[in-house]
């Protein structure tokens, strides 16, 4: 049986068309407190387990040659936690980055980051510029964390520096354009993702990358994170193959 089941996941993996990989996948990782709960544990039991799905998916996405991989880790909205929780996840941050600083570099895996850095306890940004010094020259997956992250406060602090640009005369507002906005973003020199990936059986957004997703596919699954794996990440990727993408075209102007 474990025979054929290693079987079944190799030949899913294959049935993936490695010339329409999704250059930029980001997901929200969600389910992680109700995973938990389900069985009887407390929400941390739940954030400890789903840093494996981190390394499952991690590995799926550098094995199939994804160039970026953003994964909603913390929200400026997850403050609002319950204290003991919020101080376990930073707690896990510090605790995983240093496990696997060593496999990332085994792998040619560079860490990056976005959101509002200084806001995260000394110990978690000690640790997460640490990862990201350690695997900086790595050229493979650029896996890219979002934490203490949201979408209106990015496009808040975009605005401010183009308006401080403007203030002291580097650029009028007639010459302003999309490039500009997004030289100023924190995905600055990225491409915007075109598979977003929501676990968890929820259908929002939750402030996340609100100017990039205009026109990213979405997937919606309905297992909690800690339960997703290297399968569901790639049944996520065929049903993005499956679709058409027309950019506000039409399927007569793509042929």
């Known amino acids: 049986m474990q025979k054929l089941l290693h079987m079944s996941k190799k030949n899913l993996a294959e049935t ?40 499952q998916i991690t ?49 040619n895996i560079c860490l990056r ?33 979002a934490l203490n992250y949201s979408g209106r406060d990015e496009i808040l602090t975009m605005v401010r520096k183009i308006a401080q640009k403007i203030e ?27 598979l977003l990936i929501r676990t968890s059986g929820e259908y929002r957004l939750s402030n996340f990358l609100l100017w990039q997703v205009a026109y990213t596919e979405f997937y919606f699954s309905p297992i909690m994170w800690p339960d997703f794996n290297k399968d569901h990440f790639y049944e996520a990727i065929l049903d993005y193959q499956s679709r058409e993408r027309r950019f506000g075209k039409t399927s007569e102007q793509l042929q």
């Open 16 to 55: 993936i068309d490695p010339e329409k990989i999704p250059r930029h996948i980001a997901i929200i990782m969600d389910g992680n407190g109700r995973w938990a709960k389900m069985h009887g544990k407390a929400r941390v039991f739940g954030h400890n387990n789903g840093v494996k799905s981190v390394r």
């Open 59 to 107: 590995e799926a996405a550098a094995e199939l040659g994804v160039e970026f991989l953003t994964l909603y880790a913390f929200s400026t909205e997850n403050w609002n936690r319950p204290k003991f929780e919020v101080e376990a996840l930073m707690l896990l941050l510090v605790e995983t980055i240093k496990k696997e600083i060593e496999v990332l570099n085994k792998n």
């Open 113 to 145: 980051t976005i959101g509002n850095i200084e806001g995260l306890p000394t110990l978690s940004r000690r640790a997460l510029m640490k990862g990201i010094e350690s695997t900086k020259n790595n050229t493979g997956l650029k896996l890219i964390l």
């Open 168 to 194: 002291n005369k580097e650029i009028t507002s007639a010459q302003l354009n999309e490039t500009d906005i997004e030289a100023n973003l924190y995905t600055a020199g990225m491409p915007a993702p075109e």
